[in-house]
């Protein structure tokens, strides 16, 4: 059975950088789309981006100059930075497989 | 951008019907913007119902319907149950990104 795994800095300061890292386990990246998404506290979801097993990269254009998202094939992996954080990232952010499987959450709050 | 329309909030009562709609800013939305539906309880990750329109996943109880309806996409549940009650989220591709509604919060009474 497939499984994603989060990780990642759960309290960061304002202008860090977030970084975040979802791993496939019981699987592989080849085949898929694997996407970021986020949800503020008591707020609706927003797609952040999304990347191919090749690597190709689409993001919302609202945080495009911040967001990276990057897949290493070689531990079945990909991950997320977004630099230049305020208050205002403060989220749950999740990874997903083509919609159908989601990672756990993982709570990111940026507080000074 | 474009912006994504759900009811805010729905009641339904047990054993009963009830639709949710999506809607698109830019206009009628077709199976190219391969809708999907997504239910979210409190505490919880959000979990596809219907991908690409109308199709169930091996998990989605059959009482959850996906279509098009009037230029929007659509969720009917019939024969509710309690369980039921949730956040519901749809999802449309918009060009190489994708926009999710706001959510309507259903509650069955």
């Known amino acids: 059975q497939v499984q994603l795994q989060q990780w990642g800095a759960g309290l960061l300061k304002p202008s860090e950088t977030l970084s975040l890292t979802c791993g496939v386990y019981?699987?592989?990246?080849?085949?898929?789309?694997w996407s970021w998404v986020r949800q503020a506290p008591g707020k609706g979801l927003e797609w952040i981006g999304d990347?191919?097993?090749?690597?190709?990269?689409n993001y919302i254009p609202s945080l495009k100059s911040r967001v990276t998202i990057t897949v290493d094939t070689s531990k079945d992996q990909f991950s997320l930075n977004l630099n230049s954080v305020t208050a205002a990232d403060t989220a749950i952010y999740y990874c997903?497989?083509?919609?159908?499987?989601w990672g756990q959450g993982a709570l990111v709050t940026v507080s000074s | 951008q474009t912006v994504v329309t759900q009811e805010p909030s729905l009641t339904v009562s047990p054993g009963g019907t009830v639709t949710l709609t999506c809607a698109s800013s830019?206009?009628?939305?077709?199976?190219?913007?391969?809708p999907n539906w997504f239910q979210q309880k409190p505490g919880q990750a959000p979990r596809s119902l219907i991908h690409?329109?109308?199709n169930r996943h091996s998990w989605t109880p059959a009482r959850f319907s996906g279509f098009l309806l009037g230029g929007k996409a659509a969720l009917t549940l019939s024969g509710v149950q309690p369980e039921d009650e949730a956040e519901y989220y749809c999802?449309?591709?918009?060009?190489?990104?994708?926009?999710f509604g706001g959510g309507t919060k259903l509650t069955v009474l």
């Open positions: 990347i191919t097993h090749g690597g190709y990269a």
């Open positions: 019981g699987g592989s990246l080849s085949g898929y789309y």
């Open positions: 997903a497989r083509n919609w159908d499987l």
């Open positions: 830019t206009g009628a939305v077709t199976t190219g913007f391969h």
């Open positions: 999802l449309l591709l918009c060009g190489p990104i994708w926009v």
């Open positions: 690409d329109t109308n």
